[in-house]
């Protein structure tokens, strides 16, 4: 049989990470990655389990590349991930395309599997959530852009009502610093110049394995690394956000001034149903002293609205905090009952009617706060982190420290020169969209 692999992620950037190992390990081990599926002896699907939406898109994407094992060259079909984990015997039983399914800590044993579909019908291979990566993994960087996440723990304690990921990635686990410090330095040496820190949790990185939080002391040794020019954080907990961390972030220089908190609702006793830790007064507090402390401040934040019991009284409490703090950025997902999570047993679910409906209205008074900040920025100089070219139009598209690939905006440039991929650029402010920002060059390369 070839070698060819294709690999298909999808789910959050927690996930790409898994991805990118098992890309290496098959690279390192004589496989050869190919993005096109219909050219593949071996179709990997690496798949989120998280929400419906999420779910039905792994699905989906299970049946689309399913067909090529009948008209195209697949010989093996493996899922991989939080799907995988969460609903292994499911996904055996009723999707006949499919040969293995691995969980979420058991992707390192992608060859194994793969050796052993030669002699077996069926494998699973799950159960493993103690897993953690470390910096000797081999891996690929897929993103084709100077941009790499580094998982900096795994799972999760949090336990909030809504959530299935404790099931499905384990407890909190941290990876120690000189772990993420060799892996940070690796991806230096390949040429990486933003690092985005993630994990379920990243505020609470540490406190497992040193008995403290301790992404500020983290923080300030990446800072060191001489090639990195930009370390962004998110997933950060409000609970846990202490002063240091603050401090931390406003005195290292690499680390951009964006922050990534999700407070999921604003209303203590929906809060309180959903375990959260922080109170509306904790979160107003934290919201506070991040803009004072920190200059240009950018504040990202999720939401989930039509959590059982939210009445029409919460929400709107919930949509005047959004519209009187102006949040930088902001995501709302309308909340999905997962069985296996305590809020799933919940009386007072809510129609799918009316949480689209307030998703629709908090979104929209958010594009109106984002199109008013955009506003604000025109004539601004930003640094910008050149990640592609539109090549009919001589555009260039790229990112201020404001925005987190895929998920914020962008900001287009227009050059008749060539410029490289990958370097940053001084741009100037010259017209606002409602999420993105149009400039003009300021000078050759400020790098």
């Known amino acids: 049989m070839d070698k060819n692999v294709a690999i298909i992620s999808l789910g959050c950037s927690k996930n790409l990470v898994d991805s990118e190992i098992i890309m290496g390990i098959l690279n390192k081990n004589g496989y ?3 993005n096109d599926a219909s050219e593949a002896n071996i179709i990997v699907v690496n798949t989120c389990g998280f929400i419906d939406s999420a779910k039905e898109e792994s699905i989906d994407t299970i049946i689309e590349v399913g067909e090529y094992k009948k008209n195209g060259k ?13 609903y292994k015997d499911e996904l055996i039983k009723e999707m006949p395309e499919i040969d293995a399914v691995i969980g979420t800590g058991n992707i390192t044993e992608i060859i194994k599997v793969i050796n052993e579909l030669s002699n077996q019908k069926k494998i699973i291979k799950v159960g493993q959530t103690n897993y953690l990566p470390n910096e000797n993994e081999p891996r690929i960087i897929s993103t084709q852009k100077p941009t790499a996440y580094v998982k900096i ?18 407890r909190y686990r941290s990876r120690k610093i000189e772990s993420i410090e ?8 390949q040429g990486i110049k933003e690092i985005i820190l993630i994990a379920q949790d990243t505020t609470r990185y540490g406190i497992d394995i040193y008995d403290e939080y301790r992404l500020p002391e983290l923080l300030d040794r990446l800072n060191k690394i001489e090639e990195i020019e930009w370390i962004r954080v998110l997933y950060m907990y409000p609970d846990a956000f202490t002063d240091e961390l603050i401090e931390s972030i406003r005195e290292n220089e690499k680390v951009v001034n964006y922050v990534d908190i999700p407070i999921q609702h604003i209303n203590n006793n929906i809060l309180k149903r959903m375990n959260r830790r922080a109170t509306k007064e904790d979160i107003l507090k934290l919201i506070n002293k991040l803009r004072d402390n920190i200059p240009n401040i950018i504040i990202r934040t999720t939401l989930i609205v039509g959590f059982p019991g939210e009445t029409e009284e919460d929400f709107n409490e919930l949509y005047d905090f959004i519209k ?3 949040f930088d950025r902001l995501g709302v997902f309308t909340y999905s009952k997962e069985e296996g999570t305590p809020a799933a047993k919940f009386k007072d679910q809510i129609e799918e009617s ?11 008074i958010q594009r109106k706060i984002s199109y008013e900040k955009n506003l604000q920025k025109l004539d601004k100089q930003y640094k910008v982190l050149l990640e592609e070219k539109i090549e009919d139009d001589n555009v260039y598209v790229g990112r201020t420290y404001m925005d987190v690939p895929e998920i914020d905006g962008v900001v287009y440039v227009h050059s008749d020169k060539d410029l490289e991929l990958g370097t940053f650029i001084n741009v100037k402010i010259v017209d606002a969209l409602e999420y993105d920002l149009i400039g003009e060059i300021i000078d050759e390369f400020s790098q």
């Open 74 to 86: 697949c010989k093996f079909l493996i899922v991989c991930g939080c799907l995988g984990e969460r």
């Open 153 to 170: 723990a795994e799972g999760c304690d949090n336990f909030c009502t809504y959530c299935i990921i404790p099931k499905l990635r384990g």
């Open 324 to 326: 009187d703090k102006e």
């Open 354 to 364: 009316i949480k689209k409906e307030r998703q629709n209205k908090i979104m929209e």
């Open 182 to 189: 060799k892996e940070v330095k690796e991806l230096a040496r």
């Open 32 to 34: 050869t990655l190919t």
